[in-house]
């Protein structure tokens, strides 16, 4: 009985470690990016070995994996089915981009550090799709919200410009207007382009 006792408490010990290696190195990417985070970094701020860090990691796919798991998990993009409820396409809009700029400002040292590296850090770019066909899927059900018969190529171009992260950057952080007037300029920006496209 005993040797069932110790091997459960090596499992346990095992998932702890491991865990405390995937909240080490989201912590850094966070702060220093994923492109700029070393194994030795992550394996200090974990408590670990460096060979501790290698039995559960063997390459940085793994790791990676399991941090963008882990991270997106806590870090939900907003839930576009409440979108679709609102009947008037105006509010709608209205409502998807106060959530996402909300998520954009509760985020944004991951999402600017992963949005730099990913041009050029090869496994940061490749664990960013995921991300991005998620916000792809949020403007195409957005899209089709605001305009059920369709967008022109000016009011798509328009909406995925409203959707982006680095407009939101630039409305709030470089131009300093807080989430209300950032979403209302884009609002309106868009609502004048769709009515000059009929």
């Known amino acids: 009985m005993p040797r069932k006792y110790e091997l459960k408490r090596r499992a346990e010990n095992a998932v702890a470690t491991r865990q405390r290696i995937v909240e080490a190195a989201i912590e850094l ?3 220093l990016g994923p492109g700029r985070t070393s194994v030795s970094a992550i394996a200090v701020r974990a408590g670990v070995e460096r060979q501790t860090y290698y039995r559960h990691f063997p390459d940085n796919r793994s790791l990676f994996m399991a941090c963008s798991a882990g991270w997106a998990e806590r870090h939900p ?3 576009a089915a409440a979108w679709r409820e609102i009947a008037d396409p105006g509010q709608r809009l209205r409502l998807a981009l106060t959530e996402l700029y909300a998520y954009y400002a509760d985020n944004e040292s991951m999402l600017s550090n992963v949005i730099r590296d990913a041009q050029s850090h090869a496994l940061t770019a490749e664990m960013a ?3 991005m066909a998620a916000m792809s899927a949020l403007g195409n059900t ?3 919200a605001v ?3 369709g ?3 000016a009011a798509a171009a328009m909406l995925d410009l409203a ?3 680095t407009t939101w950057r ?3 952080r470089r131009s300093g207007l807080d989430l209300v007037v950032a979403v209302e300029v884009m609002v309106t920006a868009l609502r004048c382009v769709l009515a000059a496209s009929g």
């Open 129 to 131: 799709v995921g991300f």
């Open 29 to 31: 990417h966070g702060t």
């Open 151 to 153: 967008m022109s190529p």
């Open 77 to 79: 993009l907003p839930d």
């Open 163 to 165: 959707l982006d992260f």
């Open 142 to 144: 957005l899209a089709e």
């Open 170 to 172: 630039g409305l709030v």
């Open 147 to 149: 305009a059920p018969r």
